[in-house]
């Protein structure tokens, strides 16, 4: 069994993975309404990548014994006024993620749940590629999305982002 702290705390992140995923659902619409297939797709992916997540977060809970209890997912609710809002809401949120591992990973560290740390170290890593990630696209966004052909291009790159499942095996 796991510290009491430590499975609150990831039995929320749970809850936190799935509402990433639905977050990242809710800005793949706004951009397939907005005909940017392309955008809509690497966020179609991203959300796959968060519900990876929380699966990851159960498996892992329930390899040590832990009971997963589901609670309710929060609407989405940011603002998507522009083809930039989704890529700022999204760094901002991916920020947020980030200091929600190192709350688990500091209370893992306090009840010397050495195990846990370990866990989380490859989510420590993946959320240091997720923030580079989502600030890389503002900034492609800011060199080129004013253009439309240039817009154009970087819709298909991003069209050509495929799934790949997560390199953490529990
Ligand atoms: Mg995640």
């Known amino acids: 069994m796991l510290d009491a702290k430590v499975a609150e705390l990831l039995n929320a992140q749970v809850n936190k993975e799935f509402y990433s995923a639905y977050l990242y659902l809710d800005f793949a619409n706004y951009y397939v309404d907005q005909g940017l297939d392309g955008f809509a797709n690497w966020y179609k992916i991203q959300a796959q990548e968060e519900r990876d997540h929380a699966m990851l977060f159960m498996q892992y809970m ?3 014994g832990c009971k997963v209890s ?32 190192y709350a688990i990973y500091d209370a893992a560290d306090a009840a010397k749940d050495f195990r846990t740390m370990q866990f989380l170290d490859w989510f420590v890593k993946e959320q240091g590629e997720e923030e580079t990630n989502a ?16 817009l154009y291009l970087l819709d298909g790159e991003l069209a050509s982002r495929v799934y790949s499942a997560p390199s953490l095996v529990l």
């Open 62 to 64: 329930q390899n040590n």
């Open 70 to 101: 589901l609670d309710a997912i929060d609407k989405p609710d940011k603002i998507l006024d522009s083809f930039e809002a989704p890529l700022k809401a999204g760094y901002e949120h991916e920020q947020y993620v980030t200091s929600l591992i």
């Open 135 to 150: 600030e890389g696209l503002i900034k492609k966004f800011e060199l080129f999305g004013s253009d439309p052909r240039a």
